[in-house]
């Protein structure tokens, strides 16, 4: 079975620039997390979809940050413009089903991409 | 809110011993996951506990719950080298069992 896909792997760009990073997550999926993962923290959860809804986005900078999940598939986040605070590994993860059975829910992570802004 | 802490946060662990982690939580919640990260790696699950009382065991490592304490441990065996890592508790949130709310991490340095 494959795992969760994410593009780009690495990423520098300058502040005030914009970036954007792709997730493609297990089959058969209906859930998709975005975790921001700072260097030396645990992951901090950015935002969910259920299927191709928003479930929770509070802890999302709305002002910066921007998320998509067309068709209740594939993913994107968006950062424009970028901060210096903003490096970090974006981690997008999938599960079964947040809602569901307690076997549902465990989340797989894809590889992250990591940024760094300068 | 629901809060989540590790420890230790750092572990300098020698070979052939035994060695504990902690993972303490706030509020209710039935379902605790532990997740192993290597250097620029991903987080690869490791454990999914779903039940107070619950114990899991794969090779060096063992993993509990208990819910009334709102502790879950991570116990190692036999410390190997291949063990170097930092591990991750993470609990699911009352809301969505889905959501995840990690603690800071313990990294592990496992040294002859």
């Known amino acids: 079975e494959a795992g969760v896909a994410q593009s780009p792997r690495y990423k520098i760009i300058e502040k005030r620039q914009s970036v954007a990073f792709w997730c493609n997550p297990i089959s058969g999926h209906a859930t998709l997390y975005w975790y921001q993962q700072i260097l030396g923290q645990g992951p901090k959860l950015l935002i969910q979809?259920?299927?191709?809804?928003?479930?929770?986005d509070s802890q999302l900078p709305k002002d910066r940050f921007s998320a998509e999940r067309l068709k209740g598939v594939d993913s994107t986040l968006k950062i424009q413009p970028a901060k210096l605070e903003d490096s970090a590994v974006y981690l997008c993860?999938?599960?079964?089903?947040?809602?569901?059975?307690?076997?549902?829910?465990?989340?797989?992570f894809g590889q992250g991409t990591r940024l760094t802004v300068v | 809110e629901l809060k989540v802490e590790q420890n230790p946060l750092f572990l300098s662990m020698q070979e052939g011993k035994n060695y504990t982690i902690y993972c303490n939580y706030s509020?209710?919640?039935?379902?605790l996951y532990w997740y192993r990260q290597d250097p620029g790696k991903s987080l690869e699950s490791l454990f999914v506990?779903?039940?107070?009382?619950a114990v899991k065991q794969e090779g060096r490592l063992m993993a509990s719950l208990d819910t009334k304490a709102r502790l879950s441990t991570l116990h190692i065996t036999a410390a190997v080298h291949d063990l170097s890592a930092t591990y991750f508790c993470?609990?699911?949130?009352?809301?969505?069992?889905?959501?995840?709310?990690f603690g800071a991490g313990t990294q592990v340095v496992v040294t002859p």
């Open positions: 506990l779903l039940s107070n009382g």
């Open positions: 509020t209710t919640s039935d379902r």
């Open positions: 993470a609990v699911g949130r009352t809301d969505s069992w889905g959501k995840l709310q």
């Open positions: 979809f259920q299927n191709n809804g928003v479930v929770d």
């Open positions: 993860a999938s599960s079964l089903d947040a809602y569901g059975g307690k076997g549902n829910t465990e989340a797989f």
